[in-house]
């Protein structure tokens, strides 16, 4: 997962204020998706409910790529 186009597109308010955090802190979707409320006080990210804005779209984000997944999963066995 591109982090950097993610934010844009999908929290662009948040990526204005926060994406350079991102990108200097080199998050990647692998990490991206293990970031904690606490990691993002760490990174600097101070305002609560930008945390928890960030968090819901990680999350978001996550869900629909477990979905799609499973999708394909269910999809391809169907002919197996």
């Given at each position: 997962?591109?982090?950097?186009?993610?934010?844009?597109?999908?929290?662009?308010t948040?990526?204005?204020?926060?994406?350079?955090?991102?990108?200097?802190?080199?998050?990647?979707?692998?990490?991206?998706v293990?970031?904690?409320?606490?990691?993002?006080?760490?990174?600097?990210?101070?305002?609560?409910?930008?945390?928890?804005?960030?968090?819901?779209?990680?999350?978001?984000?996550?869900?629909?790529?477990?979905?799609?997944?499973?999708?394909?999963?269910?999809?391809?066995?169907?002919?197996?």
């Amino acid at each position: 997962m591109d982090v950097e186009e993610w934010l844009r597109r999908r929290l662009p308010t948040l990526f204005t204020k926060y994406g350079a955090i991102f990108m200097e802190n080199n998050i990647t979707g692998r990490v991206l998706v293990e970031i904690t409320d606490t990691s993002l006080c760490e990174l600097g990210i101070l305002d609560c409910d930008h945390r928890q804005e960030l968090l819901h779209g990680i999350l978001r984000e996550k869900l629909r790529s477990d979905l799609e997944e499973l999708t394909n999963i269910a999809s391809s066995s169907r002919f197996t």
